[in-house]
């Protein structure tokens, strides 16, 4: 296999035992994405000069003889929704276009200790609000399997760079399912850890009480090493949780036999793609065949999960997206007849339209006497969510579902229908709203040959069960193995 196809745990071992060199790795990725970017258009900005200075520093630690950390010198991608010091970062928005942070996002000062290279900043839906990563205010990635199709969102570009090779890793977001659909679309392994275990300083909020930064890989052991690089207590984020961090790898066991895993009724219901389900349902077998015991479970206050999602994000948006008003930094609109007409002119101009969709749903949502009617009742509404997770979660060690409802979908197609749009995350933002950690694997192909997800499910902080789980599955099938045919042609076509 070439260099940019391996994992990063096999490319440790090679760097660890100077086969290689970081400088070279970063190199061939490089050649990567000279060869097929074009087509995934995945990348908003890329860092090639920083990068090669990265891995010059970790050749220098490994040609030294030490211990060097298990993410040292690998190729990373980073989500354009995470500040990155010095380095533009524009959360693929016109109003944030010329936008170079004067600080880095703790997770970043934590992959800089690591020794980690990075690539560049990846391409989303603006702002992290969509589905397909069609709302981006730059270019439009296209999925690597099929580029006619969208790889998801709101993280599509750090799970199409991952699928076609053109980074070792990727970091992304998740609100109500931003990493998980994504990586089931793209065909590659994106976990959303528990709300509160990894620091969001940094990130540029979009709803603060769903947003969580996780990471995409190629295989469930990479993803275990970056959890262990990224999570812990951090004082700059007060909603930081301080528990103790285990070391992830050590949950890596292949075996699960004796474990409850549950299966949500209301998950298999109408709308859900047949193929998919096949494919779900084949890996539910595969499972109790692995020895867990299988249970079906309800949670019951699933229907009501999407319409309370997009009251509340929207509500913390609207909060949180006031501060660009074209003042102190970002987009301003050029000779405004006055400061409200420079507030509105700047918004207008500024804002694409999911934003501004987002934006005023949020506000009305939150406006006098529709507050109680809407954003109070949706808080309720989401703690009977938590509450069935709460009881489910007594029976059974995991839970299991699709990650998304159908296959990646053409370019273009649900653009006209918001609602439709929507409905993209109705396996993903109930378990947003209980702030569980969650993960999608690989676990089959329908019939176009487009990727399918699964998703794992656990009670908060117990990420080693839903990791057990997802790699027992991962090393007695061999999805994760398959490339897209873009990933097979040196020359990208």
Known sequence: ?????????ALHEKLKAREITAVELT?????????????????????????????????????NG?????????????????CTKGVRTT??????????????????TKLHQQGVVMIGKTNMDEFAMGSSTENSAYQVTHNPWDLETIPGGSSGGSAAVVAADTAILSLGSDTGGSIRQPAALCGVVGMKPTYGRISRYGLIAFASSLDQIGPFTKDVTDCALVLNALCGKDEMDSTSVDVAVPDFTKSLINGIEGMKI??????????????????????????????????????????????TYYIIAPAEASANLARYDGVRYG??????????????????????????????????????GYQD???KKAQKVRTLIKSDFDAAFEKVDVIVTPTSPTPAFKIGERTADPLQMYMCDVMTTPASHAGLPGISVPCGFVQSGLPVGLQLLAKPFAEESVLRVAYTYEQNTEHHHKKPEICLHEDGS
């Open 331 to 368: 987009y301003r609109t050029e000779e405004p007849a006055d400061l409200i007409n420079m507030y509105k002119k700047t918004r207008s101009e500024g804002f694409g339209q999911e934003v501004k969709r987002r934006i005023m749903l949020g506000t009305f949502a939150l406006s006098t």
């Open 91 to 108: 959360c693929a928005s016109k109003i944030l276009e010329n936008f170079v942070p004067p600080y880095d996002a703790t997770v970043m």
């Open 27 to 63: 190199e061939s990725v490089y050649e990567r994405i000279e060869a097929v970017e074009s087509h995934v258009k995945g990348y908003l900005t890329l860092t090639e000069e920083l990068a090669l200075e990265q891995a010059g520093a970790a050749d220098v630690g490994f040609q």
């Open 373 to 375: 009617a809407y954003y």
């Open 66 to 82: 030490n211990e060097m950390p298990p993410l040292a010198g690998i190729p990373f991608a980073i989500k354009d929704v995470i």
């Open 1 to 9: 296999m070439l260099l940019y196809q391996l994992t990063a745990h």
């Open 262 to 307: 549950g299966v949500p009724k209301e998950y298999f219901a109408e709308g859900l793609d047949t193929d998919v389900a096949e494919c779900v349902h084949t890996a539910i077998a595969e499972l109790e065949k692995l020895g867990a015991a299988i249970v079906e479970i309800s949670l019951p206050h699933t229907d009501y999960a999407i319409a």
